[in-house]
């Protein structure tokens, strides 16, 4: 299949504001031997790509530059190590960078092919959340049938992914969120209870809620002063995942109860993984999760799209924490 040799992407100006994500056109990158080229039809927003705008995420030497960490779109070129891809096939990826751009070179064991029923918008909704939760809750934490799961910010892209997921392995969940709309929202999305934590103490609510047994698992990614809260109401052998630091990552906690009741707190992000780790979550999820994704029971929720060129309208959005789902840049 043919594609020209350069492209439109949006880049990073300089560290600042939504406004210093700029249209450039660039080089379509050459694909490594491992590697499938993606002509991206749909583009993820993730916090990390804020984060990276901001300069509050450094780039990693070895990665694309561009901001970006999950796409879906159609195979146009496949390297001779590079798996079972076909040019054509439909593919959504866990990008290294580069993301916003109309092709992106993929690593192919960190893609999968799109859920039967998904449109592209859907399919570029999974890759970054569904395997960051895939990889804290279930390989990390080994969220079990029957346990209670909370999750904060329950609303958000990473909250669906989680209450989804864990609601499908047959789990109990509690999640958080800030208005009262953003509750019913969760609990339309399979949440069993939503505690609106600008009018309730979700401490109180969530331990009264597992009738004295306390949360076995925890995904959270507030961190600051939550962690001591849920090591409060943590059951035994509870295990408490953080994943990021959007309440700031420096806070005292008493290690009492840790020692007492087997507490276990791990913390990761996803782009530091090393390619056998990644390729390892995309394809457990996959054996776990793609059943229920073809059959329509997990699915996630687009609250706003944007073309590529208005990368900076998405980012305003996701700033503004309104949004309640997914959202996604267009490409083309």
Known sequence: MSYPSEMNAVDIKEPGGPEVLVPVTIPVPEIKADEILIKNEAVGVNRPDVAQRTGNYPVPPDANPLPGLEVAGEVVAVGDDAGDWKVGDKAMGLTHGGGYAEYTAVQHSHCLAWPKGYDAEMAASIPENFYTVYYNVFMRSDLKAGEYF??????????????????????TVITTAGSAEKCQFCLDQGADKAINYKEE???EVAKEFTDGHGVDVVLDMVTGGYVQKEISIMARDGRIALIAFLGGRKEEIDFGRILRDRITISG??????????KALIASNLQKDFGGLMDDGKVRPHIYKTFPLAQASEAHTLMESSAHMGKIILIVG
């Open 150 to 171: 909370l999750v904060h910010g329950g609303s958000s892209g990473i909250g669906l992914a989680a209450i989804q997921l864990a609601k499908a392995k047959g789990a």
């Open 201 to 203: 103490d979700w401490r």
């Open 268 to 277: 990761s992000t996803l782009r530091p993984q090393s390619t056998e780790e």
